[in-house]
């Protein structure tokens, strides 16, 4: 079972970015997955969530209105669509796998059982 991030760059201060999460050995269909993130020296942190129907989605306040979460079942795979970038959102962005179809929160990693990689994700001002 494996997820595999892509689509992180470099990008400058309000410039966008697309990133996808892409599962092999498993269907997303029955499963929500989850976007988190990490800055150096900071705590891994959750950034949206989307349902396994794709019907409902969540996100942390300091990403509403900038980035968008989406899947495509047929394709197996997230997204996750950032604009409006700031330095602030430079990071490692990590997909995970929820532990079923609903999106618990985006608080614990806790409620994730599989997670990728990581893709790096750099803002400059």
């Known amino acids: 079972l494996h997820l595999v991030e892509s689509g992180g760059g470099s990008v400058q201060t309000g410039d966008p970015l697309s990133l996808s999460c892409t599962a092999s050995g498993f269907t997303l269909d029955y499963y929500a997955i989850g976007w988190f993130r990490q800055a150096p020296g900071k705590e891994r942190e959750g950034v949206s969530c989307?349902?396994?129907?794709?019907?409902?989605?969540y996100y942390q306040d300091s990403v509403k209105g900038r980035f968008t979460i989406s899947r495509d079942n047929a394709k197996n795979t997230v997204y996750l669509q950032m604009n409006s970038l700031t330095p602030g959102d430079t990071a490692v962005y990590y997909c995970?796998?929820?532990?079923?179809?609903?999106?618990?929160?985006?608080?614990?990693?806790?409620?994730?059982?599989?997670w990728g990689q990581g893709t790096q994700v750099t803002v400059s001002s």
């Open positions: 989307i349902n396994s129907n794709g019907r409902m989605s």
């Open positions: 995970a796998r929820q532990r079923g179809a609903y999106c618990s929160g985006l608080g614990s990693v806790s409620f994730y059982d599989y």
